[in-house]
């Protein structure tokens, strides 16, 4: 009995465990694709410098983006996709006006941007769950419900409301000279670290990474499928209260017409960062690397003069690229 039930454990922990080459090329291809993008700009003509402002406005560029994408990185690595962000963004950044517009405390505002995502995040998890939809239906529908949502709640109008400081927190110029980057920056690389750990050691990242690999197997291996999904949604949709509430501290208001299609800026920093949309492979620290990327890449273009449709040009061809750069790693693993 002790015989076959060894390679019975065997196949379970190469199951919830990625594997070591696809881990180490998650890690380095963005870093790499980071250099070249900078290599790049630096070569080009009038070779601008760049300061520790175009740095710390890079950083505060990418948080919102790189915050949501922490949370869309574990969806992707499920095998799953949500199309919602931008609009359940603009939903928790009107519901944190509202409350602190109505006199709300601030952690209690902090605490509804949370549950606002959250909520977005779990009923996300069950129409696809329950209902077995494919997450690109369900989402596909929920992003326009989100938006509808955000435009019912404040009459399709922006809801200005006190920020308690909160603008403070995303700041380029921290007034903390101390701090070389925004507060909320750091918030952000604080999450990442905390969300590393949380993907590769605890049960929900292992269980993550086994139903993106093979849901079927994972759910011979006694995993409850449906249930750790739901949690998936949930956890990125804390993510994405959070980026609604650094929204509401970027505008100084809730507007739910804000973060139109930003959700395909979080989708392409996950995948630019390694993830793949076939399931079962990203990491955090790829994903923060994606959205620093881009931001990176709209700021240059910004400080060389170019106009803003060059720059969703470029932008759409390195999706493309880093797509078919994971679709030729899928084929090269099938093989």
Same mark, same amino acid.
């Given at each position: 009995m002790?015989?076959?039930?060894?390679?019975?454990?065997?196949?379970?922990?190469?199951?919830?465990?990625? $594997?070591?080459?696809?881990?180490?090329? =998650?890690?380095?291809?963005?870093?790499?694709?980071?250099? #070249?993008?900078?290599?790049?700009?630096?070569?080009?003509?009038?070779?601008?410098?760049?300061?520790?402002?175009?740095?710390?406005?890079?950083?505060?560029?990418?948080?919102?983006?790189?915050?949501?994408?922490?949370?869309?990185?574990?969806?992707?690595? $499920?095998? !799953?996709?949500?199309?919602?962000?931008? $609009?359940?963004?603009?939903?928790?950044?009107?519901?944190?006006?509202?409350?602190?517009?109505?006199?709300?405390?601030?952690?209690?505002?902090?605490?509804v941007?949370?549950?606002?995502?959250?909520?977005?995040?779990?009923y996300?998890?069950?129409?696809i769950?329950?209902?077995?939809?494919?997450?690109?239906?369900?989402?596909?529908?929920? #992003?326009?419900?989100?938006?509808?949502?955000?435009?019912?709640?404040?009459?399709?109008?922006?809801?200005?409301?006190?920020?308690?400081?909160?603008?403070?927190?995303?700041?380029?110029?921290?007034?903390?000279?101390?701090?070389?980057?925004?507060?909320?920056?750091?918030?952000?690389?604080?999450?990442?670290?905390?969300?590393?750990?949380?993907?590769?050691?605890?049960?929900?990242?292992?269980?993550?990474?086994?139903?993106?690999?093979?849901?079927a197997?994972?759910?011979?291996?006694?995993?409850?499928?449906?249930?750790?999904?739901?949690?998936?949604?949930?956890?990125? !949709?804390?993510?994405?209260?959070?980026?609604?509430?650094?929204?509401?501290?970027? #505008?100084?208001?809730?507007?739910? =017409?804000?973060?139109?299609?930003?959700?395909?800026?979080?989708?392409?920093?996950v995948?630019?960062?390694?993830?793949? #949309?076939?399931?079962?492979?990203?990491?955090?620290? !790829?994903?923060?690397?994606?959205?620093?990327l881009?931001?990176?890449?709209?700021?240059?273009? =910004?400080?060389?003069?170019?106009p803003?449709?060059?720059?969703?040009?470029?932008?759409?061809?390195?999706?493309?690229?880093?797509?078919?750069?994971?679709?030729?790693?899928?084929?090269? =693993?099938?093989?």
């Amino acid at each position: 009995m002790n015989a076959q039930s060894a390679p019975q454990l065997a196949d379970k922990t190469r199951l919830l465990s990625p $594997s070591l080459a696809g881990s180490l090329l =998650t890690a380095f291809a963005p870093f790499l694709g980071l250099a #070249l993008v900078v290599a790049l700009f630096y070569v080009i003509p009038p070779h601008p410098p760049v300061t520790m402002l175009h740095l710390q406005t890079v950083a505060v560029h990418t948080m919102i983006v790189g915050i949501a994408a922490m949370g869309m990185t574990f969806i992707i690595i $499920s095998g !799953g996709i949500d199309l919602s962000v931008g $609009s359940a963004i603009a939903l928790a950044s009107v519901a944190v006006a509202l409350a602190l517009r109505a006199g709300w405390p601030l952690p209690l505002a902090v605490g509804v941007a949370l549950a606002t995502g959250a909520a977005c995040g779990l009923y996300n998890g069950v129409l696809i769950t329950a209902l077995r939809l494919p997450p690109f239906i369900a989402t596909l529908g929920t #992003l326009g419900f989100y938006r509808g949502v955000a435009k019912w709640i404040s009459d399709s109008m922006p809801v200005s409301a006190p920020t308690h400081g909160l603008e403070n927190w995303v700041r380029p110029v921290p007034l903390q000279e101390w701090l070389p980057f925004a507060p909320g920056v750091w918030l952000m690389l604080g999450l990442g670290v905390f969300l590393v750990a949380v993907l590769r050691y605890t049960v929900l990242g292992r269980y993550t990474f086994a139903i993106g690999s093979n849901e079927a197997t994972a759910r011979l291996c006694g995993i409850r499928v449906p249930r750790v999904k739901v949690y998936i949604y949930m956890l990125a !949709g804390l993510m994405v209260g959070l980026a609604g509430l650094m929204q509401f501290a970027r #505008l100084t208001q809730g507007d739910p =017409t804000v973060a139109i299609g930003l959700e395909l800026d979080v989708i392409a920093a996950v995948v630019i960062g390694g993830g793949s #949309l076939a399931g079962g492979q990203g990491s955090i620290v !790829g994903t923060l690397v994606g959205a620093f990327l881009m931001a990176y890449l709209r700021n240059r273009c =910004t400080v060389l003069g170019w106009p803003n449709f060059v720059q969703e040009m470029i932008v759409g061809h390195i999706i493309i690229i880093a797509v078919a750069v994971d679709q030729w790693r899928v084929r090269r =693993t099938e093989r």
